[in-house]
């Protein structure tokens, strides 16, 4: 049962424009969600988190979206550059489940000069 | 600051060995999660410590365990290796389980089991 679902594989756009990744969750529970970055050999890098009483996030060029009553969140990078292309993991927590991240299965951002 | 360091960064295994992985958190940071990366399954959770308790566990064999020591710094095991095990091991610490900030993940390490 896959509780937090990427349903893109991959993602192409041009520099300067904009990325959105989205993300789809089932659990109810899930009350706090996170963005991370990775390269191949590396570990993923913490983008950008979002807390259930919001709606909106932003930190730079990263914005992050949550409809609740959809059980969606997007993040937005604007503009987009070569440098973020990676795969693209939205990760979602709930209560006390103390360090456990459920993670999509990514999304391959490629982003051509 | 040095960031997370995770030991030995690639291990060959045969089947039915034992393994141990370590994981240095960022210094002050108390949490130390495990999480395993495969092509089919992505990112699983494995467990999560925290001032030397297990406080969490994901759906895994009792073949894998770990532990933390009083200087944060955590193990991981697993004994009797499967092929199935093939796999890159991540370690991530955090100060408190505080989402805000996520959780810093070290490179992992990653095992082959043949």
């Known amino acids: 049962d896959q509780q937090v679902k990427q349903n893109s594989p991959s993602l192409s756009v041009q520099e300067g424009r904009i990325s959105i990744l989205n993300c789809d969750y089932t659990?109810?529970?899930?009350?706090?969600f996170l963005w991370y970055k990775k390269y191949p050999a590396e570990g993923p890098t913490f983008l950008i988190s979002?807390?259930?009483?919001?709606d909106k996030n932003e930190d730079g060029r990263f914005t992050v979206f949550l409809n609740k009553s959809a059980k969606h969140l997007s993040l937005h990078i604007v503009p987009s550059q070569p440098g973020d292309s990676a795969v693209y993991f939205c990760?979602?927590?709930?209560?006390?489940?103390?360090?456990?991240?459920?993670f999509g299965q990514g999304t391959i951002l490629t982003v051509h000069p | 600051k040095a960031g997370v360091t995770q030991t030995p960064r690639y291990l060959i295994k045969t089947r039915g060995q034992q393994v141990t992985l370590s994981c240095s958190p960022i210094?002050?940071?108390?949490?130390v999660s495990w999480y395993q990366q495969t092509p089919g399954q992505g990112l699983q959770f494995l467990f999560e410590?925290?001032?030397?308790?297990?406080?969490n566990k994901g759906n895994f064999p009792g073949r894998f365990s770990g532990r933390q020591f009083s200087n944060s710094r955590s193990e991981m095991n697993v004994s009797t290796l499967e092929l199935g095990d093939s796999a890159l091991y991540l370690c991530?610490?955090?100060?408190?389980?505080?989402?805000?900030?996520?959780?810093?993940f070290g490179s992992g390490t990653r095992l082959t089991v043949v």
């Open positions: 979002i807390s259930s009483i919001k």
């Open positions: 659990n109810s529970m899930f009350d706090y």
């Open positions: 410590y925290f001032s030397e308790t297990q406080r």
């Open positions: 990760a979602a927590a709930g209560g006390t489940s103390y360090g456990k991240l459920t």
């Open positions: 991530a610490s955090s100060l408190e389980a505080n989402f805000d900030y996520g959780y810093t």
């Open positions: 210094s002050g940071h108390r949490s």
